[in-house]
């Protein structure tokens, strides 16, 4: 149950981030949009690694762990363990510079990250959240690990 209360905290953080990352979208803010998506991503797939018992790595992208856990999911997550991986490593590479910009061709964030980066990310934030969200809720209802 502790697994759970973290995960559920995890996904508490990770809405709320959701829910500033379209904010930020809606304001132009399209590098910090994509910073806060990324950090959606990141805690709803290490909540979702806590649902199963996994421990994850002490870093931004948890891709490697995930894919290779992929098997203690339910079928119906795993089947999207793939766009999540991506997306994981995608957006932890896009952090730093929806951070800090191209600090050598003195570049500020805005001017490197895309209305369409930051839109996807969004997207996929959208889409990682509502699946790990799922896969709490089926966990919670005591339901087989392989079903859907």
């Known amino acids: 149950m502790k697994l759970i209360r973290i995960a559920e905290a995890f996904l508490r953080q990770a809405g709320a981030r959701l829910r ?3 904010q930020a979208l809606e304001e132009a803010l399209n590098a910090y949009s994509l910073r806060l998506s ?4 990141e805690l709803s797939l290490k909540a979702a690694l ?3 018992g996994i421990e994850y790595p002490k870093k931004h992208d948890v891709s490697d762990v995930l894919l290779e856990v992929k098997d203690r999911f ?3 997550f795993q089947a ?4 999540l991986a991506q997306a994981s490593r995608k957006l932890a590479k896009m952090r730093e510079v929806s951070m800090y910009g191209d600090e050598e061709a003195l ?11 930051a839109e ?7 889409k990682a959240h509502e699946m790990c ?4 809720t089926e966990i919670k209802a005591g339901k087989p690990s392989n079903t859907k």
């Open 120 to 126: 996807r990310a969004v997207e996929w934030a959208r």
């Open 20 to 22: 500033d990352a379209q």
């Open 107 to 117: 570049l500020s964030p805005d001017e490197v990250v895309s209305r369409e980066e």
């Open 133 to 136: 969200s799922e896969l709490l």
């Open 80 to 83: 999207e363990v793939v766009f």
């Open 50 to 52: 806590k649902i199963v």
């Open 38 to 41: 990324q950090e959606c991503v």
């Open 74 to 76: 339910p079928r119906w």
